[in-house]
């Protein structure tokens, strides 16, 4: 890390806004967040922008086999989550066949299994940290390949400065297929303040305390990062850091949940306009 000494960063005044993003303006057409008038309709939207998730992980090319699994709690009933069927393509996830299931791996509803090494993982996450409303893991080629090294990522660039002291490396259970439910305390434990974990000889998961979106596009966000430190490691030439005065800056910016929502509005709207058959 640089030595270079900085002053610290002045505070941005919002004026009431979440960030600084969000136009000062009126009447600029801008992503809003919702609100709902029942718990059936904020379920439906979940269970819709879990789909969108499920198929924007398609579009990245993030599935092998049946591996892979994202979960969002149920609004009315926090005990309980909804995720993508087994041995279902990310791609073919509608919202006629996502299941919901307890903390046990019950499914209470849907026709499909559950996931074994997704019910012991995300389970285990969700019932700890009664928070956490979404999660998000799938093997990845640079996410996996870099989960190898053992280490947490370096803020190399303003991408990798919104995970910043804001994720984790497990190195339990490291490479052993989480089927026993022991295996999920131990990620769970892990998850305590941070948005994104790289389990050793795993992958990579995330998690949001504030919705599905946000925690897919860290997902998709935490797979390119891992590819860019990657080629980078490659090229033998050690890079120049972001400092850690700017990297929390760059964090408290454009790494939060509302940025990671924010983010994939973009994708929803592709979604939307792309792919109707997913609200089936």
């Given at each position: 890390?640089?030595?270079v000494?900085e002053?610290?960063?002045?505070?941005?005044?919002?004026?009431?806004?979440?960030?600084?993003?969000?136009?000062?303006?009126?009447?600029?057409?801008?992503?809003?967040?919702?609100?709902?008038?029942?718990?059936?309709?904020?379920?439906?939207?979940?269970?819709?922008?879990?789909?969108?998730a499920?198929?924007?992980?398609?579009?990245?090319?993030f599935?092998?086999?049946?591996?892979g699994?994202?979960?969002?709690?149920?609004?009315?009933?926090p005990?309980?989550?909804?995720?993508?069927?087994m041995?279902?393509?990310f791609?073919?996830?509608?919202?006629?066949?996502?299941?919901?299931?307890?903390?046990?791996?019950?499914?209470?509803?849907?026709?499909?299994?559950?996931?074994?090494?997704?019910?012991?993982?995300?389970?285990?996450?969700?019932?700890?940290?009664?928070?956490?409303?979404?999660?998000?893991?799938?093997?990845?080629?640079?996410?996996?390949?870099?989960?190898?090294?053992?280490?947490?990522?370096?803020?190399?660039?303003?991408?990798?400065?919104?995970?910043?002291?804001d994720h984790?490396?497990?190195?339990?259970?490291?490479?052993?297929?989480?089927?026993?439910?022991?295996?999920?305390?131990?990620?769970?434990?892990?998850?305590?303040?941070?948005?994104?974990?790289?389990?050793?000889?795993?992958?990579?998961?995330?998690?949001?305390?504030?919705?599905?979106?946000s925690?897919?596009?860290?997902?998709?966000?935490?797979?390119?990062c891992?590819?860019q430190?990657?080629m980078?490691?490659?090229?033998?030439?050690?890079?120049?850091?972001?400092?850690?005065?700017?990297?929390?800056?760059?964090?408290?910016?454009?790494?939060?949940?509302?940025?990671?929502?924010?983010h994939?509005?973009?994708?929803?709207d592709?979604?939307?306009?792309?792919?109707?058959?997913?609200?089936?």
């Open positions: 890390m640089s030595e000494m002053a610290p960063s002045k505070a941005i005044d919002l004026k009431g806004r979440i960030s600084i993003y969000q136009p000062e303006q009126d009447g600029l057409i801008f992503p809003q967040l919702p609100t709902f008038e029942s718990h059936a309709q904020h379920r439906q939207y979940l269970k819709e922008r879990l789909v969108a499920c198929r924007a992980f398609a579009l990245q090319g599935d092998y086999g049946f591996a699994h994202l979960t969002v709690r149920d609004p009315e009933h005990g309980l989550y909804w995720t993508n069927p041995a279902v393509h791609s073919q996830v509608k919202v006629s066949n996502l299941i919901c299931a307890d903390h046990e791996g019950n499914v209470v509803e849907g026709d499909y299994a559950i996931n074994r090494a997704g019910f012991v993982l995300h389970a285990a996450v969700h019932e700890m940290h009664q928070d956490i409303v979404a999660m998000c893991h799938a093997h990845t080629v640079y996410g996996t390949a870099f989960a190898s090294l053992g280490k947490k990522l370096d803020p190399i660039s303003q991408d990798a400065a919104a995970f910043f002291e984790v490396m497990i190195g339990e259970e490291a490479g052993q297929v989480a089927v026993e439910v022991k295996a999920g305390h131990k990620v769970a434990h892990a998850f305590k303040g941070v948005k994104a974990a790289i389990h050793q000889n795993h992958g990579l998961l995330t998690a949001s305390r504030h919705s599905i979106e925690a897919a596009f860290w997902f998709i966000a935490l797979e390119r891992c590819q430190q990657l980078i490691e490659s090229t033998g030439i050690k890079p120049r850091f972001v400092t850690e005065e700017r990297a929390r800056y760059s964090r408290e910016h454009v790494g939060s949940e509302y940025i990671g929502w924010l994939f509005q973009t994708i929803w592709q979604l939307v306009k792309t792919q109707p058959d997913m609200f089936d």
